[in-house]
């Protein structure tokens, strides 16, 4: 199994320009989630879902969308990025809701010019 | 907003030596967990206490709860070089659907 997989694992963007974050699991978990990880800081929720077709948004979730069409498949998309979007983003994954243990995806360094 | 804060921010011991790692947090939780992140990857569940629970132990790990004080700490016995990393605890929000993490404490192991 590959657990929780993340594409791609690096990306440049020039401001203004748009792109999707793919986040895949198979581990068959209802729970899905995206962070961001600025340095010095913690990760920060930007959406969630808890199952397929219901997301909701975290605590940062301006200028981030995403959709859950399938149990598997949790994309980010960037409408419009900014230099302020420059981080490392996680995707993580649980079995029901947040109260459990979370495996993480190993990661998206994007950098916005 | 960030809901727990870790202390120290940074820890350097010797191979052998104890860490403890403390976090506090601000609202009622469901329960908290510590989470570690080596360099440049992904975080990696260690541990979770629920909020009825004081002290729990996996292996070289010790973690106590006191919902009082809203207050956590990590205790890493017996350190190895492998145990070099960032440590972070996080909480679920009372009958919230989203995990906070504090920002972490980078954890240093000289051999």
């Known amino acids: 199994n590959a657990g929780v997989t993340q594409t791609p694992k690096f990306q440049v963007l020039k401001t203004g320009q748009s792109m999707t974050l793919q986040c895949a699991q198979d581990m068959n978990h209802e729970y899905m989630s995206w962070y961001r990880q600025d340095p010095g800081m913690g990760l920060r929720l930007i959406h969630y879902s808890v199952g397929a077709g219901i997301t909701d948004q975290g605590e940062v979730p301006n200028g981030y969308n995403v959709s859950r069409s399938t149990t598997e498949d949790f994309p980010l998309r960037l409408l419009s990025a900014a230099p302020s979007q420059t981080s490392v983003y996680f995707c993580a994954t649980t079995r029901e809701t947040g109260a459990n243990e979370q495996f993480f995806g190993p990661g998206t360094r994007l950098t916005v010019l | ?111």
Request: with cysteine; glycine share 6%.
């Open chain 2, 1 to 111: 907003s960030q809901q727990g804060e870790e202390d120290p921010q940074a820890l350097s011991i010797q191979e052998g030596e104890n860490a403890t790692m403390n976090c506090s947090y601000k609202t009622s939780i469901n329960n908290l967990q510590w989470y570690r992140q080596n360099s440049g990857r992904g975080l990696v569940h260690l541990i979770l206490i629920r909020s009825n629970e004081r002290e729990k132990h996996s292996g070289r790990l010790r973690v106590t709860l006191d919902t009082s004080k809203k207050s956590s700490s990590l205790l890493i016995t017996a350190s190895r070089a492998a145990d070099t990393a960032s440590y972070f605890c996080a909480q679920l929000v009372y009958n919230n659907n989203d995990m906070r993490f504090g920002a972490g404490t980078r954890l240093t192991v000289k051999p």
